[in-house]
């Protein structure tokens, strides 16, 4: 994960040095969840910032968390389950103001992402690149929004065997902001 990171901060540094405004924000998701086409559960923690710049566009950085829960992957692939993830995403897209106190960020969003899968002992953690797009609401301090990401997970287990396989998720997000 050591270029994912590198590249989110980057684009933190060169966002602040140019934005007209900045938010700050915890959020917490829940969301469908599906790897190697088998459908699970997927609940969040994000905590990123977004910096806008005098045109209303804007870049950002997020780093996510989460807990995930698939039955039927465990089924299917003799008691491997999923575990957690977490990832570095780089959102960049447009905020449309709708009055002094709310607006709408249309987005898209690159990134990196690990996943977490074991039986016993044997585990594998598996990554690869990310990508997506959402829609926020901000309101006063309140912002929630829906997001869909995708990405290409590769990876090998202890037993040698090679997993490479997409994961998909869509989420509902809700969270609070702090606007600088």
């Known amino acids: 994960m050591k270029w994912g990171t590198a590249l989110l901060f980057s684009a933190l540094a060169s966002g602040a040095a140019q934005a007209s405004e900045q938010d ?65 995403n780089i959102p960049v897209g447009k905020r449309f103001y709708m009055g002094s106190e709310s607006s709408i960020d249309v987005y898209g969003l690159a990134g990196y992402s690990s996943l977490r899968i074991y039986r016993g002992s044997d585990d594998a953690t598996g990554d690869g690149f990310r990508w997506g797009a959402g829609i926020d609401g901000n309101f006063s301090d309140l912002m929630v929004g829906l997001r869909y990401t995708q990405g290409k997970i590769e990876g090998a287990l202890e037993d040698g065997t090679d997993r490479d396989d997409t994961e998909k998720n869509i989420s509902l997000i809700v969270g609070y902001k702090v606007q600088f």
């Open 24 to 88: 700050l924000y915890i959020a917490g998701s829940i969301g469908a969840h599906e790897f190697a086409d088998e459908k699970g559960q997927k609940y969040a923690i994000h905590v990123g910032a977004k910096n806008i710049a005098d045109n209303a566009f804007f870049i950002g950085g997020e780093l996510e968390f989460a807990l995930l829960k698939n039955d039927d992957f465990e089924e299917t692939y003799g008691g491997y389950k999923e575990d957690y993830s977490y990832s570095a």
